[in-house]
């Protein structure tokens, strides 16, 4: 009888398992906040293209936008290997980094990141809600320690869009 108790315990336990390493990663991140929020596509104020080379550097690696401004990143992979471009903050760049090394097939399904394969283009919707800085990174194995890194400048803005309408002419 122990030993059929211990074998229907293992699938669930590795059930729960895959269950908290999927919600970790795609939709658990907690400092998604702290950069913004997914932006609306009818609300884009710009595109600003980032290219991704096998030199292990994002091509427009410095970006300066406004606070409110939503961007349309366009990560163009120009390598011969899958790069990617994740916002999120240093700390949580370098814990997703480590957590990649580990699970290096891992793929990326939340509105902050985008994995490409070599040749091909993908996009993030981003809007800037906080003023300071918000770092990027390829975190494929290996990348964010060869320096494929970046950073988006947010400035102040006394102008916010106000959710839904997609003007920048309310104050708050």
């Known amino acids: 009888m122990k030993s059929r108790n211990i074998l229907l315990a293992i699938p669930a336990a590795l059930l729960a398992m895959t269950a908290m390493a999927a919600g970790n990663h795609a939709g658990g991140h907690d400092g998604v906040a702290e950069i913004g929020k997914p932006g609306v596509a009818s609300q884009v104020t710009r595109t600003v293209i980032v290219d991704m080379t096998d030199d292990m550097?994002?091509?427009s690696s410095k970006i300066a936008v406004k606070q409110g401004e939503t961007i349309?990143?366009?990560?163009?992979?120009s390598?011969?290997?899958?790069?990617?471009m994740v916002l999120g903050t240093l700390k949580e760049l370098k814990e997703h980094d480590e957590v990649m090394k580990k699970n290096p097939e891992m793929e990326h399904?939340?509105?902050?990141?985008?994995?490409v394969a070599p040749g091909k283009s993908g996009e993030?919707?981003?809007?800037f809600t906080k003023a300071g800085k918000v770092d990027f990174a390829c975190l494929q194995p290996g990348h964010y320690d060869a320096?494929?890194?970046?950073?988006?400048?947010?400035a102040a803005s006394s102008?916010?869009?106000?959710?839904?309408d997609g003007h920048a002419d309310h104050k708050h």
């Open 57 to 59: 550097r994002f091509h």
């Open 72 to 77: 349309r990143f366009v990560a163009k992979n």
């Open 79 to 84: 390598g011969k290997v899958k790069h990617e």
């Open 109 to 115: 399904a939340d509105d902050n990141m985008v994995t």
């Open 124 to 127: 993030i919707i981003w809007q």
């Open 147 to 154: 320096g494929m890194k970046g950073l988006v400048t947010v």
């Open 159 to 164: 102008k916010i869009p106000v959710q839904g």
